[in-house]
């Protein structure tokens, strides 16, 4: 099974900075991506951020400028640095992971359990 376990979200004020980190666990043969999803009361699920291990990276055109995308492969990691953090930002955010098998036949899809992100003053 595979786990992914986000931390780093809470209350910030309005222009603030929060890091979200999500490290992936289990049996994982090949990562094809990983990434942020946010959903706040009564909206539908949204991309925020997404990196390739090719090398390609996109963002929500809301956070482009704001938000950066990292990752420490070496660990299965993935950070989301979140600045000048504006209200319309509150949601609940998620970890996502996209990966395959070891020879790439199957493909699977992986959501953590998500982190709130509260931007109020």
């Known amino acids: 099974q595979v786990q992914l376990v986000e931390s780093g979200g809470g209350l910030v004020q309005p222009g603030g900075s929060l890091r979200l980190s999500c490290v992936a666990s289990g049996r994982i043969f090949r990562i094809n991506a990983m990434g942020w999803y946010r959903q706040a009361p009564g909206k539908q699920r949204e991309l925020v951020a997404r990196?390739?291990?090719?090398?390609?990276?996109n963002y929500a055109d809301s956070v482009k400028g704001r938000f950066t995308i990292s990752r420490d492969n070496a660990k299965n990691t993935v950070f989301l640095q979140m600045n000048s953090l504006k209200p319309e930002d509150t949601a609940v955010y998620y970890c996502n992971l996209e990966s395959s098998s070891a020879l790439g036949s199957s493909r699977y899809e992986y959501w953590g359990q998500g982190t709130q992100v509260t931007v109020s003053s």
């Open positions: 990196d390739t291990s090719g090398g390609s990276t």
